[in-house]
């Protein structure tokens, strides 16, 4: 294996330099480079959205490169699909295992490359037997014929692992994998890593949470919106100079939230908890207050929200609103009391994509509408009409098809559709996600109009300089919990990423 | 050094087997179906003990234990064919108009034309949900329609005679080894064969795991679209099978051979323990649950339950069949959360 062994100056496992990726109009990846050494983990590092994902998947064959330069032990390559990735030695583990859940531990490590008998029979003896091997090498007691449903994260990103391995895969990619862990489980993945570092393969990880990139990684590369950004040795850099290349980006060009006076305590969530989600959250939003919640993808925030809403259960705790207790688990109760909740994925939960905008905006009012029972189109065109124009709905007439209009228009049609309950508290979850530039800036002038009339808004976004730039206060959740409040004036890049990425309550990791 | 949600298991392999035994859908429904054939024998004994009894009870299952083969290879990969009844009376017709125009063919040459063309019309359905991106259900819904009125079509008010076979395909009907009846051999030996596949070929596997999870398959790059087709294919071709099967069981083909068999077959598959959802289930449940539909309907009059009752509790079977699964994957998940929020 010494050969293989790292030295700066052999030919790197993996190269991608100047590797282009759009998706329709959305730009994910303008210039993404990265370079892996045989024998070292390299972290990758950024935003959410920055485009990691998008070149982790270009190197696994899912997806396939517009534009650039992309070796694999030094040749050029050009994966069509997954298979072709897999047999030229890349194995990916997914932030999501990707196992099946109705065969065996086994068959998930083997599936299609089952050690064969005389006449193309699938040797199950040697299979499990092989597995148990591999299980004993990784230092795990997993039982090889047991079914692979209802593993913990842990496990199921060992039986990766253990199918990476089988694969002898020259180059092993982690997205994310500790997302799910407990301090032990970590510790145990390190090592396994270690262990696959040591015998000459090249590692890509890619985490959020810099105390493991800096125990555990070699070299790091830093992305943003889609660009490269630059490559440090771990020993010669810092956290906050990681921050700061990761973050470098002006808040400037967003609409600013206009100063509006800030009223009564209008939603108030006390010692909020779900188990395994999210844990003692409790929060106001005032009347006439944008309140951003940040964090990663991931970190509870959307089930936090959900919950409030009533769409999700909670174990304990209480919501209030204008001081009167709204029902757990009943988001018709939550209407009535006047929250109204724009959701993150708004094709699929916030519109009847095929319906017409005035159908849209007035479902949520219908019975209201409807006289004896019978709800017409008219009635909907009426209602929905005003809402429509306020916000300024570019479609020629309420009754073309939710489907034809851009993201922002259709986020609008959402909005609208909330408006026309007259609500007390918005509760918007990234608001401007897949909308372009331009129809941002309106989407954000609209929430803080919005905020100036009095309306409390609780919004959630991935987006930094969309939180900066809106909330006049910041609350940061990590893993569940909520582990930062940030007035307007504290609320800096680097403090927000900080509290995103540090659970303070929670073990210390191991060296 | 583990951290493991579940403990793994010490028991011994033998122990393992016999207690998967004990749980498998397979026994469950074996049971119930012993459970009837006894209780009707014990009302009415020649339902077992007579020639005749012994021979309807393996020959009439034959022909759904054929379908419901081959749905269960579909419905393993998440999708469902409910074409194959069509594709039943297409074939059916086939072979009939091959043996009266063409009497000097020889009986396998048959088979082999029958299972080519319901092969083929398989594959029609195949490429359609594999390149279409439409689901399984509507668009071999749609080539049910088709097929039927391609056969309408092509017989009109012809139909097929006992006259028109020839004598030695006709015995095949009728014909025992050793008292089994060779219709009975044939599904049987599908049955080896499908079943050995689908537990020892990796092809065989890689169904099981498209119907897992199929994004995962895709990620992990499997074939997929390959598996389907495939499993398209060899329920058409099965169904080709099952139409020829049909002609030497009945003698006489009419324009509605075969119709509403394929909910049959799917039904069959159901009882027999094959997930819905693909991924899991074998074409040994699907068989028994084949023998179990077909007695069922023959033992209930001799138990004196009328016609209305019999859909109905064929009917009842299936949805205890779903219950039950639904039921312990609910259980099992609440013990797997509760494991982990301990």
């Known amino acids: ?511 | 050094m583990s951290d493991l949600l579940v403990e793994p298991s010490s028991t011994s392999h033998a122990q393992r087997v016999i207690g998967g035994l004990l749980r498998s859908r397979e026994i469950a429904v074996l049971s119930v179906l012993v459970a009837l054939i006894l209780v009707t024998t014990f009302k009415s004994h020649g339902f077992l003990f007579s020639s005749t009894g012994w021979r309807d009870l393996l020959l009439t299952p034959s022909l759904l234990l054929i379908l419901a083969v081959g749905q269960t290879v579909v419905i393993i990969t998440r999708n469902v064919d409910l074409s194959v009844g069509s594709i039943l009376g297409l074939t059916a017709y086939l072979t009939g108009k091959l043996f009266s125009d063409h009497p000097n063919l020889p009986i396998v040459a048959v088979f082999v034309i029958g299972m080519l063309f319901g092969a083929a019309l398989g594959l029609v359905n195949g490429v359609l949900v594999a390149w279409g991106k439409v689901p399984a259900l509507v668009i071999t819904l749609g080539t049910l329609y088709i097929y039927r009125g391609a056969f309408l079509t092509w017989a009109g008010s012809d139909r097929i005679n006992a006259s028109d076979l020839p004598k030695d395909f006709l015995k095949l009907g009728t014909q025992q080894v050793l008292t089994i009846p060779v219709l009975t051999i044939i599904a049987a030996t599908v049955l080896v064969v499908v079943g050995y596949v689908l537990y020892t070929a990796r092809s065989g596997r890689e169904l099981y795991a498209i119907g897992s999870d199929p994004d995962a398959a895709d990620l992990y790059g499997l074939p997929v679209t390959r598996r389907v087709l495939l499993a398209f294919v060899t329920s058409g071709a099965l169904a080709g099978l099952a139409g020829i099967v049909y002609v030497a069981r009945y003698g006489t083909v009419s324009s509605g051979a075969g119709s509403g068999i394929e909910l049959q077959a799917v039904g069959a598959a159901v009882i027999g323990g094959v997930a819905i959802f693909g991924g899991s289930g074998t074409v040994w449940g699907a068989a028994i649950g084949a023998f179990l539909l077909v007695t069922i309907n023959r033992a209930l009059p001799i138990l004196g339950i009328s016609d209305f009752w019999q859909q109905a509790v064929v009917g009842a079977l299936i949805l205890a069949a779903v219950v039950l699964d639904r039921v312990l994957t609910l259980r099992q998940e609440r013990q797997l959360v509760e494991a982990r929020d301990r």
């Not at chain 1, 990103?157 to 002898?168: G, P, Y």
């Not at chain 1, 609350?475 to 940030?486: D, H, M, P, W």
């Open chain 1, 1 to 511: 294996m010494n050969e293989t062994y790292q030295s700066t100056t052999s030919t790197p496992v993996l190269e991608l330099e100047d590797v282009q990726k759009s998706f329709g109009a959305v730009r994910a990846l303008r210039s993404g480079a990265l370079r892996v050494q045989a024998g070292s983990i390299h972290a990758l590092v950024g935003e959410n959205g920055a485009g990691k994902s998008t070149l982790v998947k270009i190197v696994a064959g899912v997806h396939r490169r517009d534009a650039g330069v992309f070796r694999f032990k030094g040749e050029d390559v050009d994966f069509g699909s997954t298979a072709d990735s897999k047999a030229a030695g890349i194995a990916v583990i997914y932030q999501e295992p990707t196992l099946f859940p109705d065969l065996s531990v086994t068959e998930n490590i083997f599936m299609g490359r089952q050690p064969l008998r005389s006449g193309r029979r699938i040797d199950r003896g040697a299979m499990y037997a092989e597995a148990k091997s591999l299980f004993d090498r990784l230092g795990v007691d997993l039982d090889p014929r047991r079914l692979a449903r209802g593993l913990s994260i842990a496990d199921q990103q060992i039986i990766e692992i253990a199918k990476a391995i089988s694969l002898d895969a020259g180059l092993l990619i982690m997205d994310e994998p500790t997302a799910a862990l407990s301090g032990v489980e970590v510790e145990r993945l390190f090592q396994v890593a270690r262990g696959l570092r040591d015998e000459g393969r090249g590692l890509v990880f890619i985490s959020h949470r810099f105390d493991e990139v800096f125990a555990l990684c070699d070299t790091v590369t830093v992305m943003r919106d889609g660009d490269y950004v630059g490559t440090d040795v771990i020993a010669e850099t810092t956290v906050d100079a990681l921050v700061s290349k990761m973050v470098g980006r002006e808040v400037g060009d967003l609409f600013p939230k206009v100063e509006a006076p800030i009223g009564d305590v209008v939603l108030q969530v006390e010692g909020l908890d779900r188990a395994g989600i999210f844990h003692d959250v409790s929060f106001e939003v005032r009347a006439g207050e944008i309140v951003g919640l940040a964090g990663l993808v991931g970190a509870g925030r959307s089930e936090i929200a959900r919950a409030v809403f009533g769409v999700d259960s909670y174990d304990a705790g209480a919501v209030r609103l204008s001081g009167k207790p709204v029902k757990k688990h009943d988001p018709r109760a939550a209407v009535r009391a006047g929250i109204a909740f724009v959701p993150e994925d708004r094709r699929k939960q916030g519109l009847v994509i095929q319906e017409s905008v005035a159908r849209n905006v007035a479902t949520v009012i219908r019975r209201g509408l409807a006289s004896a029972g019978v709800l017409t189109g008219r009635a909907e065109t009426r209602a929905s009409g005003p809402w429509a124009a306020k916000l300024h709905v570019k479609t020629s007439a309420l009754d073309m098809a939710a489907t034809t209009m851009s993201g922002g228009n259709q986020q609008k049609v959402v909005i609208a559709k909330w408006l026309a309950t007259e609500p007390r508290l918005l509760i918007i979850d990234e608001p401007t996600r897949g909308i372009d530039v331009g129809t941002k800036a309106e989407v954000h002038r609209l929430l803080s109009d919005l905020a100036g009339q009095g309306m409390a808004i609780l919004m959630i976004s991935s987006e930094l300089p969309e939180v900066l730039g809106m909330a006049d206060r910041v609350l940061v959740v990590c893993e569940g919990r909520i582990t930062a409040e940030l007035s307007r004036d504290e609320a800096t890049p680097e403090r927000v990423m900080h509290a995103a990425t540090h659970r303070d309550d929670k073990e210390a990791l191991p060296a």
